[in-house]
């Protein structure tokens, strides 16, 4: 395995499958299709990590670059702005509607307003229409200045129902990029767990899987072992084993091996209480009277008795209790 070098806040070493991803992200355009849980936004925040020599703290310098992570919901930005933070050295901000700067709704946001932002932050996080009235609208950041855009639920680029390209927010970037000369356009990195959406039918998902991809102009990046893939994610497997209901007077049961365990143990327990009334002298009949403010009886009873014995026998005071 490869591991991550530079100025981290402990990245974990990478699992070969992120290895290989990572590897062909870094030369072209990728869609990334894994299952929830398997590390999608590590990928990201290595590829982050691989170009953030060009993203200079001062925003002045023509040179000085910024990356892009879009997701569709606030409570995604917030998650993907702290995993980027608490990996990377790199100062990260998170966007969206509600967002405020000096009592100002961001959608109110002047130039110079954003321009602050750019200087203080290397990596803005934030939902797609925001990023469009940044770029596309009010074109207050030329994409140019721009090294990596992440697409986050990529599938929300792919095609409506009548398999047409569609209008959304991620359509229109990718639009927008496209304007672009080639030498000038950001990387971009798109990351989904499922490449559909409106559930097309099954012949139909070659097309839709050929429209994601000549919309956001990437390729799906393929590797090998990802068979492998089951014991990686955060996501439990689900097995379902069904057993065939015991016959009655059925002897299966009586002749289970954990059955005769207990039987075994229960036959054990009985012998140190009858061997204790024996050393003792007490019968059923004669068993001295204990009343709840007297322990006297109870001392005298086990007197002599191994500690571990009168823990045994309380234990089976409390199991006769249940029966």
């Known amino acids: 395995m490869t591991s991550v070098e530079g100025n981290t806040k402990g990245l974990p070493e990478p699992r070969d499958y992120q290895t290989q991803l990572f590897e062909i992200a870094k030369s ?8 929830t849980g398997s590390g999608k ?18 925003f002045s310098d023509p040179n000085a670059k910024r990356t892009i992570f879009l997701c569709p919901t606030k409570p995604l930005v917030a998650q993907q702005a702290n995993y ?3 990996h990377l050295d790199v100062k990260v901000a998170q966007y969206t509607g509600g967002s405020m700067i000096n009592d100002r709704q961001i959608d109110f946001w002047s130039e110079s307003d954003w321009s602050e932002q750019f200087n203080k932050y290397q990596v803005l996080v934030m939902t797609p229409q925001l990023f469009v009235n940044l770029v596309d609208l009010r074109r207050f950041l030329s994409l140019n200045r721009v090294n990596l855009i992440i697409f986050d639920e990529a599938h929300h680029a792919g095609p409506n129902k009548k398999l047409k390209k569609s209008n959304s927010p991620y359509s229109q970037i990718a639009d927008a990029i496209r304007r ?5 356009r950001p990387r971009i990195l798109a990351l989904s767990a499922s490449l559909i959406k409106n559930n097309p039918k099954a012949y139909n998902i070659p097309r839709v899987v050929q429209i994601l991809e000549e ?12 068979e492998n893939l089951g014991g990686c994610g955060t996501n439990p497997n689900e097995y379902r084993w069904e057993y065939r209901k015991l016959e009655e007077n059925s002897n299966e049961l009586a002749s289970h091996p954990l059955i005769r365990k207990l039987e075994e143990t229960f036959k054990y327990i009985m012998k140190v209480f009858e061997d204790l009334i024996t050393a003792t002298g007490t019968t059923r009949n004669n068993t001295p ?12 009873l086990f ?3 191994p500690a571990w014995k009168r823990w045994g026998l309380g234990a089976l005071e409390v199991l006769l209790n249940t029966l």
Not at 28 to 35: D, G
């Open 289 to 300: 009277a204990v009343s709840d403010e007297d322990d006297s009886s109870e001392d005298e």
């Open 303 to 305: 007197a002599g008795t």
């Open 28 to 35: 072209r355009n990728s869609i990334i299709c894994l299952p």
């Open 41 to 58: 936004t590590y990928i990201a925040v290595m590829l982050i990590r691989e170009f953030q020599s060009e993203l200079l703290d001062d």
């Open 84 to 86: 980027i933070e608490r």
């Open 180 to 184: 672009y000369p080639i030498s000038e």
């Open 215 to 226: 919309t956001l102009n990437s390729t799906c990046a393929t590797i090998t072992g990802i």
